[in-house]
């Protein structure tokens, strides 16, 4: 079982980057993904969840209206697409697999099963 998150990069603030997470080993299709984030000094925290019809997504409120999550089952691949990015997105991104999430439970972390290695992202000023 494996999730490999890739995409990161450096980039100044109000630019744009795509984060892809590939699965392998296990049936996607089956699992709700979710995107976690963790700063220096600070907790791993929710950025957002996919269902895994693709039927429900959820973002943290410091995401909404700039990340979309999606995905593509065919391609085993979760997508987050972080447009208008802010210093403050500056972090070590994470993607996830579970089973079962639902908006009172998507950003929990001990909720998933299976976690990728993290792709870095910097936002400079």
């Known amino acids: 079982v494996q999730l490999q998150a890739s995409g990161g990069g450096s980039v100044q603030a109000g630019g744009s980057l795509r984060l892809s997470c590939a699965a392998s080993?296990?049936?996607?299709?089956?699992?709700?993904i979710g995107w976690f984030r963790q700063a220096p000094g600070k907790e791993r925290e929710g950025v957002s969840c996919?269902?895994?019809?693709?039927?429900?997504?959820w973002y943290a409120d410091s995401v909404k209206g700039r990340f979309t999550i999606s995905r593509d089952n065919a391609k085993k691949t979760v997508y987050l697409q972080m447009n208008s990015l802010k210093p403050e997105d500056t972090a070590v991104y994470y993607c996830?697999?579970?089973?079962?999430?639902?908006?009172?439970?998507?950003?929990?972390?001990?909720?998933?099963?299976?976690w990728g290695q993290g792709t870095q992202v910097t936002v400079s000023s």
């Open positions: 996830a697999a579970g089973r079962f999430l639902y908006s009172n439970t998507w950003y929990i972390s001990d909720k998933y099963d299976y």
């Open positions: 080993g296990f049936t996607l299709n089956y699992y709700d």
């Open positions: 996919i269902r895994s019809s693709g039927s429900n997504t």
